[in-house]
């Protein structure tokens, strides 16, 4: 948000703060939720790159589409692990993991 709109809102007695502040996280819980984000922002990226189809991704893992469209949507009950998963099925490396991950 900008300087000024946040200088307006405060003014009418908003408080503005951030998303961390505004659920209590911690600093190791906000960055959890970055790596889950990236992940999940990652699948997407490089299913519909490769031109995999949420289905066909989802033979792979021995899925369901649905838990592939959760994986890609932010869904809570999907863990950082089952992300890493999935896009090692897609063949990313770690060399380029390291990249999306950096």
């Known amino acids: 948000m900008d300087k000024r709109r946040k200088k307006k809102l405060e003014e009418k007695g908003w ?12 600093p190791e819980e906000s960055r959890y939720l970055d790596l889950k984000f990236t992940l999940m922002e990652s699948l997407r990226a490089e299913r519909e790159a490769k031109g ?16 592939v469209a959760k ?3 932010g869904d809570p009950s999907v863990s950082a692990d ?7 099925a897609l063949g990313v490396t770690k060399k380029k993991l390291a990249k999306i991950l950096d």
């Not at 995999?52 to 838990?67: C, D, Y």
């Not at 089952?82 to 090692?88: G, H, Q, S, W």
């Open 15 to 26: 408080v503005v703060s951030s998303g961390d502040e505004f659920l209590a996280l911690t």
């Open 52 to 67: 995999v189809t949420q289905v066909e991704l989802a033979k792979l893992l021995g899925s369901t589409q649905p838990r």
């Open 71 to 73: 994986m890609e949507g």
């Open 82 to 88: 089952a992300l890493l998963k999935a896009l090692i």
